[in-house]
Nanobody
Framework: QVQLVESGGDLVQPGGSLRLSCTAS????????MGWYRQAPGKQRELVAT???????NYADSVKGRFTISRNNAKNTVYLQMNTLKPDDTAVYYC?????????WGQGTQVTVSS
């Protein structure tokens, strides 16, 4: 059974930082491209950042220079370091694992940026 378990979401003040983690089980992690997506209330789910199996990264324009995605294949874990957080970053953040044949989602972790 495939599971993606996110953690690290929290309430943080504007300008603060958080690190999200997503640990995968039941998959050969190293062959999957991993990503973080987010969905704010009343909005569609949107891409935040992705990292391929060869560790090529891609970011949404809104988070470039503030967020960093990374992966540790030995721990089956992908991370999202979020700095200089803004209220607009408030959303449920979802972890995604995909390759040519499969596409998996985690349950999400809430990030709230508010003073």
């Amino acid at each position: 059974q495939v599971q993606l378990v996110e953690s690290g979401g929290d309430l943080v003040q504007p300008g603060g930082s958080l690190r999200l983690s997503c640990t995968a089980s039941g998959v050969l992690f190293i062959i999957y491209d991993m990503g973080w997506y987010r969905q704010a209330p009343g909005k569609q789910r949107e891409l935040v950042a992705t990292i391929t199996s060869r560790e090529t990264t891609n970011y949404a324009d809104s988070v470039k220079g503030r967020f960093t995605i990374s992966r540790n294949n030995a721990k089956n874990t992908v991370y999202l370091q979020m700095n200089t957080l803004k209220p607009d970053d408030t959303a449920v953040y979802y972890c995604n694992a995909k390759n040519s044949y499969k596409n998996y989602w985690g349950q999400g972790t809430q990030v709230t940026v508010s003073s």
